[in-house]
C-alpha cells in the first residue's frame, strides 16, 4: 500500500511540475501572439497614413516597406484572420492552449478598439500589486500581467516577458534568436563592468543573458534574463547619471518580486 502511494505522490508531482511548466509556456506565447498583434497593427497604421486612410485588403502588402517579415501565428502559420473595410480593420489569432489561461481562445485587435483586454489571472502573472519599487516610483502595468514600467524623476525601469515566435520553437532558439536580434540592430553588447556590477548585486535567481545598448545612448540599457522557461526583457534608462544601471538596488529589488 506504502509503494502505491508513493507511486501516486510521485506521479502527482511530475503531473504538477509538467504543467507548471506548459502553463509557463502558454503564458509566453501569449505574450508573443499579443506582440505580433501590435506590431502588425503598426504597419497597418503605417499604410494607412500613406493611402488616404484605407488599409489594405490582405497583410502581404506589408511586407518590405512596414514590416520585415510578416510575424508567423501561435500554430507556425501564417493566416491570420483578417479582414478589412475601407477605414476600419480587425485582426486575430487562435489557439485552443489559452484556455488553459483561462483566457478566450481568440486574442484580436480592432482599429478602433485597440488589442482585446486578456488580463491573467493574479496568480499567474508576472506583474501585479504585490510587485511594489519602493521610494517615489510611478508604476504602470499591462492589462495582461505580461508588461510593467516604473518611473521616476529621470530614471525609468520597464520590464515585459519575451515569447518563442511559434508554438515550435524551443526555449533556447527562443533565447539564441532574442541575444542574436540587438546586435543585428547596431547595438553593442556589454560584457565588462556593468555586467560584472551586476553580478556582484545579484539577479535573485535570474540569470542574465545579454546586456546591450544603443551606439550614442549611454543612459539606456537592455537586459535579457531567464529563469526556468521565462525569457524577460529589462530596459532601464537613467537621463541624469547617464549610467542606467546606477540604480542596481532598485533593478535588484524588481527581480525579487517576480
Known amino acids: 500500500m506504502r509503494t502505491l502511494f508513493a507511486t501516486v505522490a510521485i506521479a502527482l508531482a511530475v503531473w504538477g511540475g509538467a504543467g507548471a511548466q506548459s502553463l509557463d509556456r502558454e503564458i509566453s506565447l501569449l505574450a508573443s501572439t499579443r506582440s505580433n498583434l501590435k506590431n502588425i497593427a503598426t504597419a497597418l497604421e ?3 497614413a500613406d493611402h488616404h486612410g484605407l488599409y489594405p485588403p490582405t497583410l502581404e502588402p506589408l511586407e518590405v516597406n512596414y514590416l520585415k517579415k510578416i510575424p508567423l501565428q501561435v500554430d507556425g502559420s501564417n493566416g491570420w484572420n ?7 480593420f ?7 492552449g489559452f484556455r488553459r489561461l483561462g483566457l478566450p481562445t481568440e486574442l484580436s485587435y480592432d482599429s478602433e478598439k485597440g488589442l482585446a483586454a486578456s488580463p491573467l489571472p493574479e496568480e499567474m502573472a508576472l506583474f501585479g500589486e504585490r510587485v511594489q519599487m519602493k521610494g517615489r516610483w510611478l508604476g504602470w502595468r499591462g492589462d495582461s500581467g505580461l508588461s510593467a514600467s516604473w518611473e ?3 530614471t525609468r525601469i ?9 508554438l515550435f520553437e524551443s526555449f533556447e532558439q527562443q533565447v539564441k534568436r532574442m541575444r542574436d536580434a540587438y546586435p543585428s540592430w547596431g547595438w553593442k553588447t556589454d560584457q565588462g563592468g556593468l555586467a560584472d556590477r551586476l553580478v556582484q548585486v545579484g539577479t535573485n535567481g535570474w540569470t542574465v543573458v545579454g546586456l546591450y545598448h544603443p551606439a550614442g545612448e549611454p543612459w539606456r540599457h537592455v537586459l535579457l534574463v531567464t529563469k526556468g522557461e521565462r525569457l524577460l526583457e529589462v530596459t532601464v534608462e537613467d537621463h541624469e547619471s547617464k549610467d542606467p544601471l546606477g540604480r542596481l538596488a532598485d533593478l535588484h529589488l524588481l527581480l525579487a518580486q517576480i
Open 46 to 48: 503605417m499604410w494607412a
Open 82 to 88: 483578417y479582414r478589412a473595410e475601407g477605414a476600419h
Open 90 to 96: 480587425c485582426l486575430s489569432d487562435s489557439w485552443e
Open 152 to 154: 521616476r524623476f529621470g
Open 158 to 166: 520597464s520590464a515585459r516577458l519575451r515569447g518563442p515566435e511559434t
